[in-house]
């Protein structure tokens, strides 16, 4: 069974840090581009970083110098560290991957082969 499975969001105060997960079974993600996406009450699901299996990156506006992205093949599992959290980065955060080396595909126009099942993060004091 295909699945991704998030895992690492929970309340945090503003300046902290978080690390989620994103744990692939099923298929084996490095021969596929991996991303995450956030998408916080009343607004559009926003492309937040992606990696692809050949270690090209591609990181929003929004969260450029405060998030990194990472792959641990050898775990099937790929990372994203936010630091310095805002507020405005309260949302439910999704994993998606796409096969192939995509990054626009997936990033910029959110076409993917799957999604998880989100884990909410909340910014706040």
């Known amino acids: 069974q295909v699945q991704l499975v998030e895992s690492g969001g929970g309340l945090v105060q503003p300046g902290g840090s978080l690390r989620l997960s994103c744990a692939a079974s099923?298929?084996?993600?490095?021969?596929?581009?991996i991303g995450w996406f956030r998408q916080a009450p009343g607004k559009e699901r926003e492309g937040v970083s992606c990696i692809s299996n050949d270690g090209n990156t591609y990181y929003s506006d929004s969260i450029k110098g405060r998030f990194t992205i990472s792959g641990d093949y050898a775990k099937n599992t790929v990372y994203l560290q936010m630091n310095t959290l805002k507020p405005e980065d309260t949302a439910v955060y999704y994993c998606?991957?796409?096969?192939?080396?995509?990054?626009?595909?997936?990033?910029?126009?959110?076409?993917?082969?799957?999604w998880g099942q989100g884990t909410q993060v909340t910014v706040s004091s």
């Open positions: 998606a991957a796409v096969k192939g080396r995509l990054l626009g595909r997936l990033c910029v126009l959110g076409e993917s082969d799957y």
């Open positions: 099923g298929f084996t993600l490095d021969t596929y581009t």
